[in-house]
Nanobody, 112 residues
Framework: VQLVESGGGLVQAGGSLTLSCAVS????????MGWYRQEPGKQRELVASITHTGRTNYLDSVEGRFTISRDNAKNTVYLQMNSLKSEDSGVYYCHPVGSTYWGQGTQVTVSS
């Protein structure tokens, strides 16, 4: 299984970014997928998750601003991030929930 995240970058507060994660291997589309964020010196935290049937769950601080989605035909999971805040900065990883697989992550930096 390989996971390749993309779409990160530098954006001003209030701006938007869309992250993508291309998943190779048989784990998709049957697995729930999550987007995690890690800031320097802190533990990785779950930001959003989506089941194989499309049910979603969000960290309270991003509820209403972030949207997770998946395209099972393209083996891809997305994270649309709007109204970004400086505290959203970090390295974002996608991860098949319950697995040991991680991608290399993509850096998101929100300037205030």
């Amino acid at each position: 299984v390989q996971l390749v995240e993309s779409g990160g970058g530098l954006v001003q507060a209030g701006g938007s970014l869309t992250l993508s994660c291309a998943v190779s291997g048989s784990i998709f589309p049957y697995n729930a997928m999550g987007w995690y964020r890690q800031e320097p010196g802190k533990q990785r935290e779950l930001v959003a998750s989506i089941t194989h049937t499309g049910r979603t769950n969000y960290l309270d601080s991003v509820e209403g601003r972030f949207t997770i989605s998946r395209d099972n035909a393209k083996n891809t999971v997305y994270l649309q991030m709007n109204s970004l805040k400086s505290e959203d900065s970090g390295v974002y990883y996608c991860h098949p929930v319950g697995s040991t697989y991680w991608g290399q992550g993509t850096q998101v930096t929100v300037s205030s």
